[in-house]
């Protein structure tokens, strides 16, 4: 099976929010830094779905696992 690759622009517009760069960036300054101790599906300015979806992306799909793992990355940095 051929991996995919997902942009961050894609995990983005899955979680409803805006997904151009400048949006992007707002979000990740808005929300950044993430607590060390919450998993990235735990923070608190998740919607119930998009924790939902957090949860199943990071579980389901490894494809989407990294992707969100370099969500988690830039808002802990």
Same mark, same amino acid.
């Given at each position: ?20 760069? $400048? ?43 990294? $992707? ?10």
């Amino acid at each position: 099976m051929e991996k995919s690759f997902h942009r961050f622009s894609e995990l983005f517009a899955q979680l409803g929010l805006p997904s151009d760069e $400048v949006g992007i960036r707002q979000f990740l300054t808005t929300h950044a830094p993430l607590a060390g101790g919450f998993r990235l599906e735990e923070a608190s300015f998740w919607t119930p779905a998009q924790s939902q979806l957090l949860r199943d992306l990071i579980a389901q799909d490894a494809d989407w696992a990294e $992707v969100a793992d370099q969500l988690n990355n830039a808002l802990r940095g």
